[in-house]
C-alpha cells in the first residue's frame, strides 16, 4: 500500500472551511484515496474516497490532484462537531487477499474552534 | 436508515470471566468485521465475515477469543477467561463486500474493563 502523509494537527475556525492535506506520492494506478476520521470516543466513521475525479458527498469534497500525488479533503463549514482525528489511506478497492483490513496511521486532529 | 448496533456499550467484568459482546450490521451489507481499539492507540483487525464463506479469524490474539455470525447478520464476539489486557473499545464494523469492502461503518464499540 501506498504510504500516506498528513500533518499531526490542523485548527480551522467554526464555519470556514478546513482543508485536510494528504500526501501519497508512491500511489499506484489502481489505488483508491480513502478518508475516515475519529470523533473522540466514537467509532471510525467514513467520509468519502475517490480514485482520480473530484468527489462530493454531503459530508465533504476529496480533490485529488491530477497526477494522483496528494489529495485534501474539504468539509466546507466546519462546525465544532467535525473536531476528530482524519485519516487519509491508500488502498486498491477490490476483494482478495487480506485488503478489507482497516488500518490508520496518525492522522491529522482538526480542531475546530468557536 | 439504522446503523450498526452494538450491546452493551461498556461491560465491567471480573478477571476469568466470560464476555459477550453484539453487533447488528446495517440491513443488506453482506461483510462484517470486528476490531478492538486500546486506549489512544490504532485499530487492532481481529476477525472478518463475508457471506457463507468461512471467516478469517487471523487477527484473534488467542484462543480465548472466538466470533460467530448467525443467518449471514448478527455477531457474537466472545471472550472466555477475561485478562486484564483485554481491557479495550470493541468496535463492530459492517459493509458491501467485494470492491466495497474498503467503506466501512462502524458501530458505537463495547468499551471493556477487565478489573
Known amino acids: 500500500d501506498a504510504k500516506t502523509t498528513q500533518p499531526p494537527s490542523m485548527d480551522c475556525a467554526e464555519g470556514r472551511a478546513a482543508n485536510l492535506p494528504c500526501n501519497h506520492s508512491?500511489?499506484?494506478?489502481?489505488?483508491?484515496v480513502y478518508w475516515y476520521r475519529q470523533i473522540h470516543s466514537q467509532g471510525p466513521q467514513y467520509i468519502i474516497h475517490?480514485?482520480?475525479n473530484n468527489e462530493t458527498n454531503e459530508m465533504a469534497s476529496l480533490i485529488i490532484t491530477e497526477d494522483r500525488k496528494s489529495s485534501t479533503l474539504i468539509l466546507p463549514h466546519a462546525t465544532l462537531r467535525d473536531t476528530a482525528v482524519y485519516y487519509c489511506i491508500v488502498r486498491v478497492a477490490h476483494s482478495g487477499g487480506s485488503n478489507y483490513k482497516l488500518t490508520f496511521g496518525k492522522g491529522t486532529l482538526l480542531t475546530v474552534n468557536p | 436508515g439504522a446503523g450498526v448496533s452494538q450491546s452493551p456499550s461498556n461491560k465491567v467484568t471480573e478477571k476469568g470471566k466470560d464476555v459477550e459482546l453484539r453487533c447488528d450490521p446495517i440491513?443488506?451489507?453482506?461483510?462484517l468485521y470486528w476490531y478492538r481499539q486500546s486506549l489512544g492507540q490504532g485499530l487492532e483487525f481481529l476477525i472478518y465475515?463475508?457471506?457463507?464463506?468461512?471467516?478469517?479469524k487471523s487477527g484473534l490474539p488467542s484462543d480465548r477469543f472466538s466470533a460467530e455470525r448467525t443467518g449471514g447478520s448478527v455477531s457474537t464476539l466472545t471472550i472466555q477467561r477475561t485478562q486484564q489486557e483485554d481491557s479495550a473499545v470493541y468496535l463492530c464494523?459492517?459493509?458491501?463486500?467485494?470492491?466495497?469492502?474498503?467503506?466501512?461503518?462502524f458501530g458505537p464499540g463495547t468499551r471493556l474493563t477487565v478489573t
Open positions: 508512491t500511489i499506484s494506478g489502481n489505488e483508491y
Open positions: 440491513s443488506g451489507h453482506t461483510a
Open positions: 464494523a459492517s459493509s458491501l463486500g467485494g470492491h466495497y469492502s474498503y467503506e466501512q461503518y
Open positions: 465475515f463475508q457471506g457463507n464463506s468461512a471467516p478469517d
Open positions: 475517490g480514485l482520480k
